[in-house]
């Protein structure tokens, strides 16, 4: 057993895995920016804000994130915080995050670098033991220890992976030794998960839902098989898993997103906000990165332009339609 992991996030997800790891380590600590959330976790067994109908375990403390005392004593660290905040709070926990086992969970694609999430980490910790954690997981479902699947996309290193094993065995888990193909899973499946909402704010019906779904998993899988080294990434839970539950079900935030612009709830241009919508800043990068190895992907390219005020989706998803025809 891992005597202590550490937890950057004091939002759903972090504080969800650290409830789900707490059977498999002696000690979790969670570090937060808010001293409220710090204070409820440490006094009462619950973060109020986001779960505050659930027991946390009794291992389970938190620290405010700029006091790293205990940072040092972390075997495990895992960061869940937003796509758009990993470099900062990295940058932030300075050596902290050396010489120790480092696990991202933030899905997203840095723009104008175009680096992933582990690629960002690398670079500013110097760290080459990292992970990432990526599959079809909503964090309330984790939080209550419901059954949930993920991909850990680990190198070559079978320390790590026998770690990774152990940490986080309440999942059902594949592994993939290419890290950058399982996280840009989880970058494409916010996009097409986006580009699902938007369709079906135009057509409802059951046909057409599946059929665009089935349109976006092929672009998706072009995609992967021009820039991914693993031959089996689209079986797995990071890829097929994780699109089907972000593109279908009305509580991703994604999917929401797609909906909302699609029918005119939320204005565009919309790639800019603040609003935790990790696809809406990705796309722009998804879209670079298939220009740059000459693939073709219409889906994302709609959602694109949508998304930056240039079409209308009946027009866009239209011409979808004829394209495709």
Known sequence: ?????????????????????????????????????????????????????????????????????????????????????????VNAAGDGLADRYLITMAKGLEYPSLKTMSEIIREETGNPDIACFSGPTFAD???????????????????????????????????????????????????YAIGTGMWDSVYSNHNEHYTFLNMCYKEMCIFLRAISLDEGIFTKFCCFGDFNLTANVDKSRNRTL????????????????????????????????????????????????VLSGNNNVRISVDTLVRRTA
Request: hydrophobic share 40%.
């Open 258 to 305: 797609g909906l909302m612009v699609g029918k005119k709830i939320v204005k565009t241009p919309y790639l800019e906000s603040g609003v935790t919508f990790e696809g809406s800043r990705s796309v722009k990068g998804i879209i670079e990165l298939a220009k740059n190895h000459d693939i073709d992907i219409p889906i994302a390219r709609f959602v694109y332009d």
């Open 1 to 89: 057993m891992i005597s202590t992991v550490g937890v950057i996030g004091a939002g759903s997800m972090g504080t969800a895995v650290a409830q789900s790891i707490s059977g498999r380590a002696g000690e979790v600590i969670i570090f937060g920016r808010r001293q409220e959330i710090v204070d409820s976790i440490n006094h009462d067994n619950h973060n109020t804000m986001y779960f505050p109908g659930l027991r946390l375990r009794p291992n389970i403390r938190a620290r405010v994130m700029n006091d790293r005392r205990d940072l040092a004593d972390c075997e495990v660290v895992i960061i869940a915080v937003p796509s758009s905040e990993v470099r900062s709070v």
């Open 141 to 191: 479902e984790i939080a209550y220890g419901h059954i949930a699947g993920a991909t850990i996309g680990v190198g070559d290193d079978p320390s790590l992976r026998a770690t990774m094993s152990d940490l986080f065995g309440e999942f059902i888990l594949d592994f993939s030794d290419d890290i950058r193909a399982v996280e840009l899973c989880g970058v494409l499946k916010n996009v």
